[in-house]
């Protein structure tokens, strides 16, 4: 039933199925561009299709999954009727979801129009309420497939999960052929396959549960112990995912009032989710489950191995593609997307949202990396407390450079907030324990051991500063002390990120660092420095 989590072969399984699946997103956002461009039917699709997306966040992959995932692991680790609890947890949702989803049929107008009050007044309006209101129903659909993905995730069986996005753009790509061949409406068949999709990913999720022998059976909702738990977790986590929607809110809303941006923005945003989904989000998936359970077990040394490697992989990835879409952004945009109804003017409106989200990518990826050490602890408070103050940031750059930069505030804004974000949130796991006390398990713990991976000393503070950029001499320092304690060199990026999780990771020993924090870190950070030193002569040796 269940299979131990191999980090690298998660990532791989889940990393190449969602490119795939972004591949046939790019070629369904080609399809659209040609037939619509950036006219009002294409932008009032847009706003249709992420007023689900936008609520998935909280329901499905976001808020919901995030405390359901480390409580169903642990469940599972134990023993303790995890599918009792999937099958309570999967009822009580789908039972708040149908209500929801009425509501949301007679409240659509109102949700359009906080979305994209710009399209008050013309046809763009009336034509998203109605596209709306078809593309609704989704959310029930992808919400009860994300579930049982979770389930298949914390099991260690990520092929299914990671495969079902495919059956969206598929689908996507099968409709807006037939349209073009029989002269179909093209919004209103596009409109129509949203919620036919989701019906098919539910479908191929519950199906490779069942056949995985995590059988799910749907039952009139009632309110366990174990719901209250995890409704009490999820509930920081629904209001971290709603200060996020306030954040593509404010963008959208700033977008509606340029003619076009909301498609520039849309277009530019499927591009740098290529990576981020490719890497960040198939971390995400398989790191939560992996920490939780090695927590719950007791594994310390093998989740700080894990998150070592987490963020190395992140990192080694997102960096070039970073840089790609930040310097070359013109040709990408020209040749994926100029053709048909896009015009020159399209593209170059949308290479300049590109290159400023491309600035902000390793950011986007790094959340997924340090999120689901809270989560794997079930904080779910504290990564809301800090989508707050990333949410000020956002508000603040993209509103009131609007007057300035127009549209392309709203990316301005996003990327500033997103390296809020990754600094608040790594600033946040530095009290999360360290090893400084513990053992290298080839040496005993030294002076370069604590340089290397100690987070009460100054030292090592430095060296997760540096990692947390992928920069730096302290990080380059540390890793190098690491490498002569442990008998071997590591690469020098690997210390650097050794260092930061290892800071951030460790919960084994509550630091002595915190009762005289001045001067204890200052004796730390000498005897760090002089042993580092020592250590790494003895290596050259």
Request: hydrophobic share 55%; aromatic share 10%; glycine share 12%.
């Amino acid at each position: 039933m269940t299979r131990p989590i191999r980090l690298m072969a998660g990532f791989l399984t889940v990393g190449a199925w969602t490119l795939l699946s972004r591949v046939l997103g790019f070629a369904r956002d080609v399809a659209i561009a040609a037939m619509l461009g950036a006219g009002p039917v294409a932008q009032a699709f847009l706003i249709a299709f992420s007023l689900p997306n936008m609520f998935r966040r909280f329901f499905a992959e976001g808020a919901f999954n995030m405390a359901f995932v480390p409580m169903f692991s642990k469940k599972l680790q134990v023993g303790d009727d995890p599918q009792g609890f999937a099958a309570d947890a999967l009822s009580g949702l789908a039972g708040l979801l149908i209500v929801f989803t009425l509501i949301a049929q007679l409240a659509m107008p109102a949700l359009v129009l906080a979305m994209a009050s710009g399209f008050v007044g013309d046809e763009r309006f009336d034509l998203a309420v109605l596209f709306g209101r078809i593309a609704f129903p989704y959310i029930l659909f992808i919400s009860l497939a994300a579930l049982c993905s979770g389930v298949l995730n914390a099991a260690g069986r990520f092929a299914a999960a990671a495969a079902a996005p495919v059956f969206l753009n598929v689908l996507f790509l099968c409709a807006i052929g037939a349209a073009a061949w029989l002269g179909w409406d093209i919004g209103l068949t596009l409109a129509w396959t949203v919620p036919v999709a989701g019906i098919a990913q539910l479908g191929l999720v519950w199906w490779a549960a069942d056949r995985a022998g995590l059988r799910i059976r749907p039952h009139w909702p009632r309110l366990t112990p174990d719901l209250r738990r995890l409704a009490v977790i999820a509930l920081p986590a629904m209001l971290a995912g709603g200060v996020v929607q306030i954040n593509l809110l404010v963008g959208r809303q700033v977008a509606s009032w340029f003619d076009g941006a909301v498609a520039w923005l849309a277009y530019a945003d499927r591009l740098y989710q290529l990576p981020l989904g490719v890497v960040g989000i198939a971390i995400g998936v398989v790191l939560l489950p992996d920490l939780s359970r090695r927590l719950e077990a007791g594994d310390t040394e093998g989740g700080r191995d894990a998150f070592n490697r987490a963020t190395e992989f992140a990192l080694a990835l997102t960096l070039p593609a970073a840089v790609a879409l930040a310097v070359v952004p013109g040709p990408l945009v020209t040749v994926l997307f100029e053709r048909g109804a896009f015009t020159a003017a399209d593209s170059a409106a949308t290479a300049a949202a590109v290159a400023v989200y491309g600035a902000g990518l390793p950011a986007f990826v790094l959340q997924k990396v340090l999120q689901p050490l809270y989560f794997a602890r079930a904080d779910t408070r504290t990564p809301f407390r800090l989508a707050v103050v990333a949410m000020l940031v956002n508000a603040a750059a993209a509103i009131g450079l609007a007057f300035v930069a127009g549209y392309i505030a709203a990316a301005i804004g996003a990327t500033l907030a997103g390296w809020a974000m990754v600094g608040l949130l790594w600033r946040g796991s530095r009290g999360m324990g360290c090893c400084g006390r513990g053992r290298c398990k080839t040496a005993p713990a030294s002076a370069a051991h604590r340089a290397g991976l100690g987070a009460d000393g100054g030292g090592a503070d430095a060296a997760g500063r540096a990692a947390g950029s992928g920069l730096g001499h302290a990080g380059l320092a540390g890793g190098r002390a690491g490498a002569a304690d442990r008998c071997r060199y590591r690469a020098l990026f690997r210390g650097g990120a050794a260092a930061w999780r290892a800071a951030a990771f460790g919960t084994a020993h509550r630091p002595a660092a915190l009762i005289g924090p001045g001067r204890r870190a200052f004796q730390g950070w000498r005897s760090a420095s002089t042993g580092s030193s020592r250590a790494a002569r003895r290596a050259g040796r």
